[in-house]
C-alpha cells in the first residue's frame, strides 16, 4: 500500500514538472523573441516548473493517499460482509 502512494506520487510530479518545465520554456523563449532579449531558461526552471510540481507532488501525496485509504477500508468492509455470508 505504501509502495504504491509513493510510486504514484513520484510519477506524477515527475510528469507534472516535465510537462511544466516543457511549457515554461516555449513560454519563456517565445517571450524572449518578441522582446529581442536573450531567453532565460534558469527562470523557467525556478521560479515556474520546480514549484508548480512541488504543489503538484502534494496534492497527489493527499489525493492517493486518500484513495488508498478508502480502498483498504472498503476491501475490509467486503470481507466482512463475505465472512457474514458465508456463516449464515
Excluded at 520546480?50 to 488508498?68: D, K, N, Q, R, W
Amino acid at each position: 500500500m505504501v509502495m504504491r502512494v509513493v510510486a504514484l506520487t513520484f510519477l506524477s510530479t515527475l510528469l507534472s514538472f516535465a510537462l511544466a518545465l516543457l511549457l515554461s520554456i516555449l513560454g519563456t523563449v517565445i517571450h524572449a523573441r518578441l522582446e529581442h532579449v536573450p531567453p532565460n531558461l534558469m527562470f523557467a526552471y525556478k521560479h515556474i516548473a520546480f514549484p508548480i510540481a512541488l504543489s503538484t507532488g502534494v496534492v497527489a501525496l493527499v489525493a492517493t493517499t486518500a484513495m488508498e485509504i478508502r480502498n483498504y477500508r472498503q476491501g475490509r468492509v467486503l470481507d466482512a460482509i463475505a465472512r457474514a455470508a458465508l456463516k449464515h
